[in-house]
């Protein structure tokens, strides 16, 4: 769910041109956030009611990278400034490439990181989750009320949204903006299971760890997992980066989950990645048109986004306790 601040920075990162494309594979949500138990009864509120816009995340990669080339399977191994300033960076299998800036957008687990920020790491929370979809069919209608809420039974929390698109991806590009191709996705119901720290999975597969934890529960909720798409579920760890001290400004930066991951239960992970991505745009336009040179600009963007960046994380470990109270936040 993007907010109006996520929202407004994809638009603003879009050619104008796409913009009746973007609002045609998105839809407005509301959701009451309550807390079920796992017979769907009303148990509990999470808080004020949250509205925003959906957006299927395969769906708007392939919009962002659309007319870009992109080099896979080079993951990059490390980096070098150059005398003249310039910053060349290292890849396996495939040759150096030197550039005037470098930017780190890879993840928790940056690699330039590393390197520019190796007192910054990732602390586990020892919190996994299971994220995954099914297709949205007349069988779960009735659960549309779980949608943007919180079921809570046997230690664990199961999270329940639904993306139901204006028009479908594919043939909204292929009637709004041609030069686009876009996956051939249905609705769905994007469901995410958070377990507890330290909870043994062995070797089940993601369905079967949620399902293991399901047993007596509504049946139509079990039948949402049952249905699932193997390919779209899978397990996965809460990690979070807190960003730390300023590194000296120069021709390298990072933006999204590499310098301030957050955990999912605040839900502004991919809001605070794209507001890095439109204000990093923003002050590179500025030294492109001569406002300021680019070191200033880079350091204009990062003062920026280390403030806003670290409130992200606080309070996105700050909403985790209400889905895993023996989460470790330190």
Not at 238 to 263: C, F, N, Q, Y
């Amino acid at each position: 769910m993007l907010n109006p601040i996520g929202f407004r920075a994809v638009r603003d990162c879009l050619p104008t041109r796409w913009h009746p494309l973007l609002d045609e594979i998105v839809m407005d949500a509301s959701a009451e956030q309550l807390v079920l138990d796992p017979q769907l009864n009303e148990i509990g509120r999470l808080g004020a009611g949250r509205t925003g816009i959906v957006v299927d995340r395969q769906v708007l990669r392939h919009l962002l990278l659309t007319g870009l080339t992109v080099h896979t399977d080079a993951a990059l191994t490390g980096y070098d400034v150059l005398a003249d300033g310039n910053v060349r960076a290292r890849f396996a299998r495939r040759d150096p490439a030197t550039a005037d800036l470098l930017v780190g957008a890879d993840g928790v687990t940056s690699a330039i990181r590393g390197v520019l920020s190796p007192q910054t790491t990732p602390t586990d929370t020892g919190v996994r989750f299971v994220i995954g979809r099914t297709p949205l069919t007349d069988e779960f209608a009735d659960l549309s009320r779980a949608y943007g809420s919180k079921i809570t039974g046997c230690g664990v929390s199961l999270l329940l949204g639904a993306m139901r698109f204006r028009t479908p991806p594919k043939q909204a590009a292929e009637q709004l903006a041609p030069e686009v191709t876009l996956p051939d996705i249905g609705d769905y119901v994007r469901w995410a299971m958070i377990l507890p720290p330290n909870g043994s999975l062995g070797y089940l597969t993601a369905q079967d760890a949620v399902l293991s934890r399901m047993e007596g529960w509504h049946p139509e909720l079990r039948a949402l997992i049952e249905q699932a798409d193997p390919d779209n579920s899978t397990l996965l760890s809460i990690r979070a980066v807190k960003p730390g001290e300023r590194w000296a400004s120069g021709p390298v930066t990072m933006l999204g989950d590499a310098i301030h991951a957050t955990s999912p239960t605040g839900g502004n992970g991919a809001n605070t990645a794209l507001r890095d991505a439109d204000l990093l745009r923003r002050c590179l336009i500025e030294a492109n048109e001569g406002r300021q040179d680019l070191l200033s600009a880079v350091d204009d963007y990062e003062r920026q986004m280390f403030e806003y960046g670290a409130e992200a994380v606080r309070s996105s470990l700050e909403k985790l306790p209400a889905f895993a109270p023996e989460a470790k936040l330190s």
